[in-house]
């Protein structure tokens, strides 16, 4: 699993950056808060689409599910991350479900 963490100098990440996981099994963001903290996941079978979007200097990240749920999004990432977070989702859909995960014995 890696971690990346947005920006503290970009909007709404000052205090508690946002933070996106990726793992072999779906994609966790973590958005804290004075009281609270959200977290969205969605399996990464179940994504449809990544889209990264590039500024002058941070990346602003939009993935999608086939699922019909609002898609994830973040911003203020650094182009690099942004870039690994996509080659990471696609590399792990590309992969084939082994035998216990397609429900075979």
């Known amino acids: 699993m890696e971690?990346?963490?947005?920006?503290?100098?970009?909007?709404?990440?000052?205090?508690?950056?946002t933070v996106i996981e990726v793992s072999e099994k779906a994609?966790?963001?973590r958005k804290r808060s004075?009281?609270?903290?959200?977290?969205?996941?969605i399996s990464v079978q179940k994504i449809a689409s990544v889209h990264v979007k590039t500024?002058?200097?941070w990346s602003d990240i939009l993935i999608?599910?086939?699922g019909g749920t609002d898609p994830l999004t973040s911003h203020g990432h650094r182009k690099a991350?942004?870039?690994r977070i996509k080659e990471l989702i696609e590399e792990y859909q590309a992969r084939?479900?082994?035998e216990e995960e397609r429900g075979q014995k």
């Open 64 to 66: 999608e599910s086939s």
């Open 34 to 41: 004075w009281f609270s903290r959200d977290e969205i996941s």
């Open 96 to 98: 084939p479900l082994n």
């Open 55 to 57: 500024g002058l200097i």
């Open 3 to 17: 971690a990346f963490q947005a920006s503290r100098w970009t909007k709404g990440n000052f205090l508690f950056p």
């Open 27 to 29: 994609v966790l963001r």
């Open 81 to 83: 991350d942004a870039r």
